[in-house]
């Protein structure tokens, strides 16, 4: 689509609406910056833009405005189901994503992840892996840099490894990787998608472009994708944790082998890894086939994976203070992650839990515990939801705490020697924190702080 002159409007005024606003101004098209917000301060967007010459609009659209556009761009946090967007939608503007209007503002090879839970470690591991197999690389989309402000960087010969939410997936119509990868689906976000099938739908779209140059990695231990696998027309790679595979890549002991035909290489041994846990063995495989697809040989990527170390906020060792081991895992942001954090400690735990209420269940991850927890301490919006779930799987041992410091004050006094300490909430950041990085870095804080009191 030529957009020079045309007049597109950005929903939404966070980092990735600011990006696609200064995108969209080098193309020489004209911004249009909306938020609903009100009471957001026009003079702190304003500086964000920089030299963007971006009109903007807060609390309400213009009638005017919305006659006068070519375009929309959501921002991801922006619902594709309001009102607005429905009226804008019904007045035949094309409604795409960030992720979208870069991607068609790009060049090179797209290499997509997407899942419930594991993308940011994978990503990060597939983006060391290119970074270090590859002369151009770009690592963009939820794991901080939006897509759309490096767009315009990449070449021919570039590789942008992304990782994609749900809810960027809603809103893409050519968005087409060479790979993708889909590393599981549980239940999560179905605030925002409603059912569990239209949010399979969403994370299905990643592929929904590919043909038989591409290729798909697919975890072979989840139903629902080894299922989709079979729909596919592009390549499909399975992984599995739990077996050996004819075709893909798995685990066989404590080594990670990949078989294709008659070859079979041994990529490493678990032991080698600098990443605990099933969950992350299960990362390493997707990102090492993506990388494997991309031709990147096994030697390039036997380098990486032996000396990566893990993604800040999930299950980050952060200090041990009197034989107490303290860990950061606040971007278990859902059950199903926050269940892996809890499968990583081996030893008896203090879990500070709870936070936004996205419509979640707690039960299994409250029978995950398998006995390790001494106390689940509560804080936040679902604090009642799920200590009701915690006491129907027979668990009591749980502590209500008003704000996140008197959580903290609480696992710190009661620990012992050869305890662990755990944020790892289950729940997302919003409403007591602005997102799951905030979180993870106060409690950080309130680790390094217990130090020094204890060093005085």
């Known amino acids: 689509m030529n957009l020079q002159h045309k007049k597109v409007l950005v929903f939404g005024t ?91 503002n790009s060049r090179g090879d797209v290499l997509a992840v997407t899942g419930t839970n594991g993308k940011t470690t994978t990503t990060s591991l597939l983006g060391a892996i290119m970074e270090h197999a590859r002369p151009s690389v770009f690592v963009v989309g939820n794991i901080g840099i939006p897509y759309t402000q490096v767009a315009a960087q990449t070449k021919e010969d570039s590789v942008t490894v992304a990782e994609i939410s749900s809810f960027q997936l809603e809103t893409i119509c050519d968005f087409h990787p060479r790979v993708s990868a889909i590393l599981n689906i549980t239940p999560d976000h179905l605030n925002r998608h409603h059912t569990m099938e239209e949010y399979i739908r969403v994370k299905e779209r990643i592929a929904m472009n590919q043909g038989r140059e591409d290729t798909c990695v697919l975890n072979y231990e989840d139903e629902i994708l080894r299922k989709f696998g ?37 990529l490493c041994s678990t032991k080698e890894l600098k990443l605990p846990g099933r969950h992350n063995h299960e990362n390493v495989m997707a990102a090492a086939a993506m990388a494997l697809a991309c031709g990147v040989s096994a030697e390039d990527i036997r380098f990486v994976l032996k000396r990566f170390t893990a993604v800040e906020h999930r299950i980050e060792f952060v200090e041990e203070i009197d034989k ?32 936004y209420d996205k419509d979640s269940s707690y039960e299994e991850w409250i029978r995950s515990f398998d006995g390790k927890v001494r106390y689940l301490v509560l804080i936040g919006q679902t604090r009642e939801k799920i200590a009701k779930a915690a006491r129907a799987c027979g668990f009591h041992d749980i502590v209500m705490a008003d704000t996140f410091e008197e959580a903290f004050r609480f696992c710190a006094d009661h620990a012992r020697p050869g305890d662990a300490v755990l944020l790892s909430p289950a729940c997302a950041s919003w409403g007591m924190f602005p997102n799951y990085e905030v979180r993870g870095n106060i409690f950080k804080e309130l680790v390094r702080d217990l130090k020094a009191k204890k060093q005085e």
């Open 14 to 104: 966070g980092i990735s609406g600011i990006a696609a606003a200064k995108l969209l101004g080098a193309m020489g098209a004209q911004p249009v910056l909306f938020d609903e917000n009100e009471d957001r301060r026009a003079e702190d967007i304003r500086e964000k833009l920089g030299e963007c010459k971006a009109e903007l609009y807060l609390g309400e659209l213009p009638r005017a405005v919305r006659e006068s556009l070519s375009l929309v761009v959501l921002s991801p946090g922006v619902p594709t189901d309001l009102p607005l967007v429905n009226d804008l939608r019904a007045a035949g503007l094309p409604i795409w994503g960030e992720v979208e209007l870069a991607y068609e």
């Open 230 to 266: 079979e729909s596919l027309s592009c390549r499909v790679i399975f992984f599995s944790s739990l077996r050996t595979l004819e075709e893909g890549i798995y685990l066989n002991g404590d080594r990670i082998e990949y078989r294709e035909g008659k070859s079979c290489i041994s």
């Open 324 to 355: 107490v081991a303290y860990y950061n895992d606040s971007k278990g942001t859902n059950p199903d992650a926050a269940i892996k954090g809890i499968q990583a400690m081996d030893r008896p735990t203090l879990l500070i839990g709870g936070g």
